[in-house]
Structures are given as structure tokens and as C-alpha cells.
């Protein structure tokens, strides 16, 4: 080779050497970002096994990470100032669109954007919260997966009162800041027909727990109904345990509760509504619009009675309750 050829293809290799980077960084910026914000930690399995169900969802559908799109999440771990930074932070990224998990992650999101989509796993009342014009036509940039049906907490009630009779008093354990917190209104509208005293606690902190808790637990004859929240998720294992240690039946909303050793639970399938998101981010992904997806109900309720707290109580689970259980954990 004489020396200009050389030279020339020197130069030749060193700019295409230059210029792979770009291309490499270019191909990279163009697969689809996927942002998640989580309420809950990353050490959590129940936060865990919903964004594993969201991307196998994906997956099926085709879509790979690596290969063509790219996941961000982020995890809040109950910490409502994280939550907004992170917010913030995903909606910089101009990400294709947001998989919010519930009502608390929604509203964050809510407050950085109006245009990125979002599609939501669990939100309970959507319309009602003032997340979507209507069930049907949400008419804004998110849509996806509603909570529960009508007055479902008449249903924890209803669900306490049968797999414990003896319970006289109730003790309804909520953060206010949560949109969940309405399901109080459910409980004090028919209280006075089930027979029962209501109490009910405002938490902010584990102390408050501890406080409440401790405090109910002082007269007999007490039940507890702990409303969803990226609070009460995130120190489930601290309620249990209080709850336990005082003898006090309780019921829950999911299934990772009595799991974890609570009592029962009635509510969505939670690996369900993370398949569904991954089906709407697909349509989003191949070019239709939240205003136009209509926010899907659940298909699914699951009962869920934990037969070895039942005993450790001293609790009798009547075979009807038995009989109608979606699963029975022994």
C-alpha cells in the first residue's frame, strides 16, 4: 500500500471510528423510554412482581427490553417529596409514556405533565378523583386501569363482621393525603346498620401506627380494616405484626397482606391490572392516544383468608366463607 493510500485509509478508519459512537448513541435515543414510577420501594416484592407482570406483558406483545424499548423506573418508597422529584425527572426524559401504579404516582405525574401519556395500573375512581373526563372517553393524556367497584369497603366490613362476629369495635387505619382515604365515608354511612363502634386513625408516620394501634387494641372486642395507601403498603409488616401481637382480626384490600400473615383480604388481582397497563402502553406505543382508550374495570375480586392467623386468633372461619375463598392460605 503506498503511503497515500495509507494515509487515506487511516483517516478513513479513524472517522468512521468517531462516528460509531454517534451512531450507536443516535439508535439508542431512538428506542422508546418507558417510564415507571413505583409508590413503593425497590427492595418490595409486591412492587417487584407488578413490574415484572408489566414487562412480560410487553414482552409478549413484542416489545423487548434491550432490544426495542428501554424501561426507567423509579421508586418512591412512600416518600411523597421523592415522588415528585422523580416525577419530574422521568417526564425530562420525553419518554414515549408513563406507567403510573396508583392514584398517588398519577397525581405526581399530573403535576409535571400534560402531555406525556400515561397509562395507570391502579387508580382508584378515576373519574371521580379528576383524572379522566369519564370512563368511556378520558379526554386527557392518561387512561388505563380503575380500582375496585362501587363501595367496596362495605365489603371489608361486611368480610370482618363474618370471620369475626365477636368484633364489636372497628378501627379504620388510612392516610388522609391518599385518595383512598374516601373509603371512610363508605364505612360511616353503614356502620350504625352492622352494630359496631367506628374509630378511626389518621397515620403519617410509624408512630402514628404504633400509637393507634396500641391504643384500640386497650378495650376487647376490636377489628381492624386497613385502607390502601403507599403508606400503610409500604409498613404492612409493622401493621400485621402490631395486629397480631394484639389479637385484633383485620382485613385488608390485597392479597400480599394476609400473605404476609394478616388475617383476609378482598380486592383486584394486582398481577392483572399490570398485564392490562401493558396492553394499553402497547396500543400507546403503536400510535393511539389515552384520550381515546377508555379506563377498563376490574374483571376480577379475590378473597383471600389466611387459615393459620385465622387459629392464631382463636378465630372459627365458617365453612360458607371457606367455601366462597378464591384462596385459602394454610
Given amino acids: 500500500m503506498s503511503g497515500m493510500r495509507r494515509r487515506q485509509f487511516i483517516t478513513l478508519l479513524g472517522g468512521a471510528a468517531a ?11 431512538a428506542v422508546p423510554v418507558i417510564g415507571v ?13 407488578r413490574v415484572a407482570a408489566f414487562r412480560q406483558g410487553l414482552q409478549k406483545l413484542g416489545w423487548i427490553e434491550g432490544r426495542n424499548i428501554r424501561f426507567e423506573y423509579r421508586w418512591a418508597a412512600g416518600d411523597a417529596q421523592r415522588l415528585r422529584a422523580y416525577a419530574e425527572e422521568l417526564v425530562g426524559m420525553a419518554p414515549a409514556v408513563i406507567l403510573a401504579g396508583n392514584n398517588t404516582a398519577l397525581r405526581a405525574l399530573e403535576g409535571v405533565t400534560r402531555t406525556v401519556p400515561i397509562v395507570f395500573a391502579q387508580v382508584a375512581d378515576p ?28 365489603k371489608w366490613l361486611e368480610l370482618l363482621k363474618e ?15 391518599d385518595f383512598n382515604s374516601k373509603h371512610i365515608q363508605e364505612i360511616e354511612a353503614v356502620i350504625a346498620s352492622f352494630g359496631v363502634q367506628l374509630s378511626s386513625f389518621i397515620i403519617r408516620s410509624v408512630s402514628d401506627i404504633e400509637r393507634a394501634i ?36 383485620n382485613v385488608h384490600a390485597y392479597r400480599y397482606y394476609p400473605a404476609a400473615g394478616g388475617l383476609a383480604s ?65
Avoid: C
Fill in 19 to 29: 462516528t460509531w459512537p454517534i451512531a450507536a448513541r443516535a439508535q439508542q435515543q
Fill in 37 to 49: 414510577l413505583m409508590t413503593l420501594a425497590d427492595t418490595d416484592s409486591e412492587g417487584q412482581l
Fill in 127 to 154: 373519574v371521580g378523583s379528576g383524572h379522566v373526563a369519564s370512563l368511556a372517553r378520558p379526554g386527557g393524556n392518561s387512561t388505563g386501569f380503575a380500582l375496585y367497584e362501587p363501595a367496596i369497603a362495605v
Fill in 163 to 177: 370471620i369475626a362476629p365477636s368484633v364489636a369495635r372497628v378501627a379504620v387505619i388510612y392516610d388522609p393525603t
Fill in 214 to 249: 396500641d391504643g384500640f387494641s386497650i378495650q376487647p372486642h376490636g377489628g381492624l380494616i386497613i385502607l390502601p395507601g403507599p403508606f400503610t403498603v409500604v409498613h404492612r409488616d409493622l401493621i400485621i405484626s402490631l395486629a397480631m401481637r394484639h389479637a385484633l382480626p
Fill in 266 to 330: 378482598y380486592g383486584v388481582d394486582n398481577v392483572e391490572s399490570y398485564l392490562g397497563a401493558a396492553s394499553y402502553v402497547d396500543r400507546i406505543l403503536k400510535g393511539e392516544k389515552p384520550a381515546d382508550l377508555p379506563v377498563q374495570l376490574p374483571k376480577t375480586y379475590r378473597l383471600v383468608i389466611n387459615l393459620n392467623t385465622a387459629k392464631a386468633l382463636g378465630l372459627e372461619v365458617p365453612p360458607t366463607l371457606l367455601a366462597r375463598a378464591d384462596e385459602v392460605i394454610e
